[in-house]
């Protein structure tokens, strides 16, 4: 008997993430700079910490309720309604979970059927194409293009959809490119997403880490707002990505559809991280503020350095990523990141592990010290150096 042939044949035809194997080449190579991965440098804030730490001192080791704590849930929907003027109630439209990726992965379980159709703008976050084949559906790619910043138009939109479209998958602030989407570029989605009653799903864990303007969302429009499901969660906000911990927000029919998913398959997201989560919501807002700020400094100085270099990067105003043009050098993105890591010992990541869309770019995140972006631009402006490229400064 060959194991091989007993798995599924969506898994089997599942493609390893990309951002994991520079990952693994990164760490076998001493001295390397890690441009590459999508977390924050910094640790979770020492408030935080304590709490977590406090709440298993209390004993409160158990399950919690399996959308999550109610202290926790209300907490969540005072806080979308502070930051961003969004209502939800905690009792029937909050689910807390495991990071925003099992939001995302029980939204998909939880909407669709064999072969309906899930619009991904593209290059995205890499979960988004495996969780829908996985749930029976078939990805339609929008792909977003540099000279319109990373922008849904609703001529892309239009383009995708079909009698089969159910779901439109987007990501404002997004990763890769740090695109994000302001009020005034979502008012002319929203006629169209309303005519084909398309469910939305968005994915705004980056929506704390916004340079410049507010972070918007289609939750906004309340002609479509039970249309739209929210994704977020405390892990780049919050630099807790370790805790495991995010949410979902939207209206009750959907979301207790998703909590029957999440009561089978999970029970509660973890009781420790609820707990600190609290602390996060209650407390942790200058630390959000002082990480965004530093951020900032971090990215204008890649973006400026990158341009200077002669590969051209559009200025993302959120998230913590840029996405370079290395067209100009002449090599692929695998060749241009495979180069740099073996020549100069600097990971990035190859556009197209974000999908067809991210060809001829590469994503670079910025969350590390200025010291090592200082480091790594120079080990980059080095590697570059003999493709003679002109300054876009
Ligand atoms: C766009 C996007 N969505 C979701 C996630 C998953 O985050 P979490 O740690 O909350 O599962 C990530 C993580 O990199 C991300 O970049």
């Given at each position: 008997?060959?194991?091989?042939?007993?798995?599924?044949?969506?898994?089997?035809?599942?493609?390893?993430?990309?951002?994991?194997?520079?990952?693994?080449?990164?760490?076998?190579?001493?001295?390397?700079?890690?441009?590459?991965?999508?977390e924050?440098?910094?640790?979770?804030?020492?408030?935080?910490?304590?709490?977590?730490?406090?709440?298993?001192?209390?004993?409160?080791?158990?399950?919690?309720?399996?959308?999550?704590?109610?202290?926790?849930?209300?907490?969540?929907?005072?806080?979308?309604?502070?930051?961003?003027?969004?209502e939800?109630?905690?009792?029937?439209?909050?689910?807390?979970?495991?990071?925003?990726?099992?939001?995302?992965?029980n939204?998909?379980?939880?909407?669709?059927?064999?072969?309906?159709?899930?619009?991904?703008?593209?290059?995205?976050?890499?979960?988004?194409?495996?969780?829908?084949?996985?749930?029976?559906?078939?990805?339609?790619?929008?792909?977003?293009?540099?000279?319109?910043?990373?922008?849904?138009?609703?001529?892309?939109?239009?383009?995708?959809?079909?009698?089969?479209?159910?779901?439109?998958?987007?990501?404002?602030?997004?990763?890769?490119?740090?695109?994000?989407?302001?009020?005034?570029?979502?008012?002319?989605?929203?006629?169209?997403?309303?005519?084909?009653?398309?469910?939305?799903?968005?994915?705004?864990?980056?929506?704390?880490?916004?340079?410049?303007?507010?972070?918007?969302?289609?939750?906004?429009?309340?002609?479509?707002?039970?249309?739209?499901?929210?994704?977020?969660?405390?892990s780049?906000?919050?630099?807790?990505?370790?805790?495991?911990?995010?949410?979902?927000?939207?209206?009750s029919?959907?979301?207790?559809?998703?909590?029957?998913?999440?009561?089978f398959?999970?029970?509660?997201?973890?009781?420790?991280?609820?707990?600190?989560?609290?602390?996060?919501?209650?407390?942790?807002?200058?630390n959000?503020?002082?990480?965004?700020?530093?951020?900032?400094?971090?990215?204008?100085?890649?973006?400026?350095?990158?341009?200077?270099?002669?590969?051209?990067?559009?200025?993302?105003?959120?998230?913590?990523?840029?996405?370079?043009?290395?067209?100009?050098?002449?090599?692929?993105?695998?060749e241009?990141?495979?180069?740099?890591?073996?020549?100069?010992?600097v990971?990035?990541?190859?556009?197209?592990?974000?999908?067809?869309?991210?060809?001829?770019?590469?994503?670079?995140?910025?969350?590390?010290?200025?010291?090592?972006?200082k480091?790594?631009?120079?080990?980059?402006?080095?590697?570059v150096?003999?493709?003679?490229?002109?300054?876009?400064?």
């Amino acid at each position: 008997m060959k194991l091989e042939d007993k798995l599924s044949t969506v898994v089997k035809q599942m493609k390893p993430s990309g951002i994991r194997k520079f990952f693994d080449v990164a760490k076998q190579i001493e001295d390397v700079i890690s441009l590459g991965v999508g977390e924050p440098d910094f640790d979770t804030p020492w408030h935080i910490r304590e709490a977590g730490i406090y709440s298993i001192e209390q004993g409160h080791t158990h399950y919690t309720e399996n959308a999550g704590l109610l202290e926790l849930r209300k907490q969540i929907c005072d806080y979308y309604k502070r930051r961003y003027d969004l209502e939800y109630q905690a009792e029937t439209d909050c689910l807390v979970t495991i990071g925003g990726s099992e939001a995302l992965d029980n939204c998909f379980r939880a909407l669709l059927n064999p072969g309906d159709e899930v619009i991904v703008a593209t290059p995205c976050f890499v979960s988004y194409e495996p969780t829908v084949h996985m749930a029976g559906g078939v990805v339609k790619y929008l792909p977003l293009q540099h000279q319109d910043e990373f922008k849904i138009t609703p001529e892309g939109l239009k383009a995708c959809i079909t009698d089969k479209t159910k779901l439109l998958m987007i990501n404002f602030p997004g990763n890769p490119t740090g695109g994000t989407m302001s009020k005034e570029d979502y008012t002319k989605l929203v006629p169209i997403i309303k005519e084909h009653e398309i469910i939305v799903i968005s994915d705004e864990i980056y929506s704390e880490l916004i340079y410049e303007g507010e972070h918007a969302s289609l939750a906004h429009f309340p002609e479509i707002k039970d249309q739209v499901l929210i994704v977020n969660g405390f892990s780049k906000a919050f630099a807790m990505t370790g805790w495991r911990l995010g949410y979902l927000l939207g209206p009750s029919t959907i979301l207790q559809a998703v909590i029957k998913i999440h009561q089978f398959a999970i029970m509660s997201a973890p009781t420790t991280a609820q707990y600190a989560a609290i602390e996060a919501l209650k407390n942790g807002q200058k630390n959000v503020d002082a990480m965004r700020l530093a951020y900032k400094a971090r990215r204008n100085l890649i973006v400026d350095g990158f341009n200077k270099m002669g590969l051209p990067t559009h200025l993302p105003k959120g998230a913590f990523y840029i996405f370079p043009d290395i067209r100009p050098t002449g090599l692929t993105s695998d060749e241009f990141c495979e180069r740099l890591i073996k020549e100069q010992r600097v990971a990035c990541v190859p556009g197209t592990a974000f999908g067809e869309a991210g060809t001829g770019f590469i994503r670079v995140s910025y969350a590390s010290s200025l010291e090592e972006i200082k480091e790594a631009l120079s080990r980059i402006a080095t590697f570059v150096e003999p493709f003679n490229l002109t300054s876009t400064k």
